[in-house]
């Protein structure tokens, strides 16, 4: 079956640095993949997807390029903010259209 | 404003008491999905809709049931809820798979 697997957090950063978390998965067929960003006490909001290789998703700063050959859709941010402080997760859809998500990577930034 | 209304936003109840979470959308969406998130776990998915009175079981369905008797309502029940049931329950809808999912803000559930 599909598995996502995402970086162990938490993660701690100083404002201004660079940001990498890691995910790779295992599905079959050609997943779509996707970021989901949780803000405290709120639900899950799309921050990018990438529906097949080599693509690249972007937004807010954020960016993640659908790597196929080695099954990977690492998020990047180069200057991170105080309000980039959320939890992250990487997830990927087949064509049944059901998500699997990856455990998730608590991000906090500090001023 | 497109979004998905879940109710109520905080519950608390007591083993075996019946409860009903709701969950309304206004986009037309065709799919719709119940998930439950845990810490170390992510989130899993319970059960998805991809159309009226078209239901399915996801990665966790023991223990709930779902109904989609109308497009835009999609109704979580828990008939004899468990402490194992207390979590924190997303309600999702999307038009289609590929194009990313719309979540509720959430139902935080406790079960004692």
């Known amino acids: 079956g599909n598995s996502v697997t995402q970086m162990e957090g938490p993660v701690t950063l100083s404002e201004e640095a660079f940001l990498t978390i890691n995910c790779t998965y295992t599905?079959?067929?050609?997943?779509?993949l996707f970021w989901y960003v949780q803000y405290p006490g709120e639900g899950l909001q799309l921050l990018l997807k990438a529906t097949k290789a080599d693509d690249k998703g972007s937004n807010k700063g954020f960016e993640a390029t659908y790597r196929k050959e080695t099954t990977s859709f690492h998020l990047e941010k180069g200057s991170v903010q105080v309000s980039d402080s959320a939890v992250y997760f990487c997830?990927?859809?087949?064509?049944?259209?059901?998500?699997?998500f990856g455990a998730g990577t608590t991000v906090t930034v500090r001023a | 404003e497109a979004q998905v209304t879940q109710n109520p936003r905080y519950l608390i109840t007591v083993t075996g008491k019946k409860l009903t979470v709701t969950c309304s959308q206004n986009m037309n969406h065709e799919y719709m999905s119940w998930y439950r998130q845990d810490p170390g776990l992510g989130l899993r998915q319970i059960y998805y809709s991809m159309n009226v009175e078209v239901t399915d079981k996801g990665d966790v369905p023991e223990g709930y049931k779902v109904s989609r008797k109308e497009k835009r309502n999609f109704p979580l029940i828990l008939e004899s809820p468990s402490p194992n049931q207390t979590s924190l329950y997303f309600c999702?809808?999307?038009?289609?798979?590929?194009?990313?999912?719309?979540f509720g803000s959430g139902t935080r559930l406790t079960v004692v």
């Open positions: 997830a990927l859809s087949s064509n049944d259209y059901k998500l699997s």
């Open positions: 999702a809808s999307s038009l289609e798979g590929v194009n990313g999912y719309t």
């Open positions: 599905a079959t067929g050609y997943p779509s």
